[in-house]
T-cell receptor, first 115, second 112 residues
Framework: EAGVTQFPSHSVIEKGQTVTLRCDPI?????LYWYRRVMGKEIKFLLH????????ESGMPNNRFLAERTGGTYSTLKVQPAELEDSGVYFC?????????????FGNGTRLTVT | KQEVTQIPAALSVPEGENLVLNCSFT??????LQWFRQDPGKGLTSLLL?????REQTSGRLNASLDKSSGRSTLYIAASQPGDSATYLC???????????FGAGTRLAVHP
C-alpha cells in the first residue's frame, strides 16, 4: 500500500507570506494527525482529524494556522502569515484506528523555512 | 503534564554490540508507548507499540519493555548493524488519547 505522502518536501518563504502544506494519508485511514518539530525541540502534536472532523486542535499554536480535511481524504495545513518561529519540519501521520491501538504511519515531512 | 525523556541523547557503538536505549515518562497513566525510528530527511517508522497492559514487545532483533509503574521503557537492540544507525524516538499516549507525546530521541551511530 502507498504510504503517507506530503507535499512539498521543502518550502522556503519570506516572513508574512502564506504557505499551504498538503498531506495524503493512507487510503482507508480515518485518523489523520499533524505534528511538527521546530529546531532543537521535540516533535509536538498540532491536531487530529477523524474523517473530515477536527477531533482535537489543542496543539495549534495560534490562529495563523488553519487545517482542513474536506471530504475526509487529504488534508491541508495553511500558515498565514508565516513568522520566523514557524520554521521547522511538519509531519503528517495517519492510522486506521485511534492512538490506543493502532500504530501511526508518518509521512516524510515538509521542511518549512521562513526567512 | 506528561514529559518524556530519552537517555542517552547520542550513542556511538561498534557493529555487533547489544545496546539499550532508555525512555522515561513522568505520568504513569498512559494508554500505550511506541518506539519509532527516524532516518535523516525521512518520516518516522513505527517499530514497536506496547499497550499499557503489556510488559514487552519483540520484533526481530528489537525488544521493548515497559514498566508503567516506574515510568520507564527500554529498547534493546541485539547484534547492532550499521543499518541500525538512525534516531530512535519514544512516545506515549496519555491524557487526551489522541496525541503522542515524544521524547527528544537518541541518535544512534553503529560503525563497522
Amino acid at each position: 500500500e502507498a504510504g503517507v505522502t506530503q507535499f512539498p518536501s521543502h518550502s522556503v518563504i519570506e516572513k508574512g507570506q502564506t504557505v499551504t502544506l498538503r498531506c495524503d494519508p493512507i487510503s482507508g485511514h480515518d485518523n489523520l494527525y499533524w505534528y511538527r518539530r521546530v529546531m532543537g525541540k521535540e516533535i509536538k502534536f498540532l491536531l487530529h482529524f477523524v474523517k473530515e472532523s477536527k477531533q482535537d486542535e489543542s496543539g495549534m499554536p495560534n490562529n495563523r494556522f488553519l487545517a482542513e480535511r474536506t471530504g475526509g481524504t487529504y488534508s491541508t495545513l495553511k500558515v498565514q502569515p508565516a513568522e520566523l518561529e514557524d520554521s521547522g519540519v511538519y509531519f503528517c501521520a495517519s492510522s486506521r484506528g485511534g492512538h490506543q491501538s493502532s500504530p501511526l504511519h508518518f509521512g516524510n515531512g515538509t521542511r518549512l523555512t521562513v526567512t | 503534564k506528561q514529559e518524556v525523556t530519552q537517555i542517552p541523547a547520542a550513542l556511538s557503538v561498534p557493529e555487533g554490540e547489544n545496546l539499550v536505549l532508555n525512555c522515561s515518562f513522568t505520568d504513569s497513566a498512559i494508554y500505550n508507548l511506541q518506539w519509532f525510528r527516524q532516518d535523516p530527511g525521512k518520516g518516522l517508522t513505527s517499530l514497536l507499540l506496547i499497550q499499557s497492559s503489556q510488559r514487552e514487545q519483540t520484533s526481530g532483533r528489537l525488544n521493548a519493555s515497559l514498566d508503567k509503574s516506574s515510568g520507564r521503557s527500554t529498547l534493546y537492540i541485539a547484534a547492532s548493524q550499521p543499518g541500525d544507525s538512525a534516531t530512535y524516538l519514544c512516545a506515549v499516549v496519555s491524557g487526551g488519547y489522541n496525541k503522542l507525546i515524544f521524547g527528544a530521541g537518541t541518535r544512534l551511530a553503529v560503525h563497522p
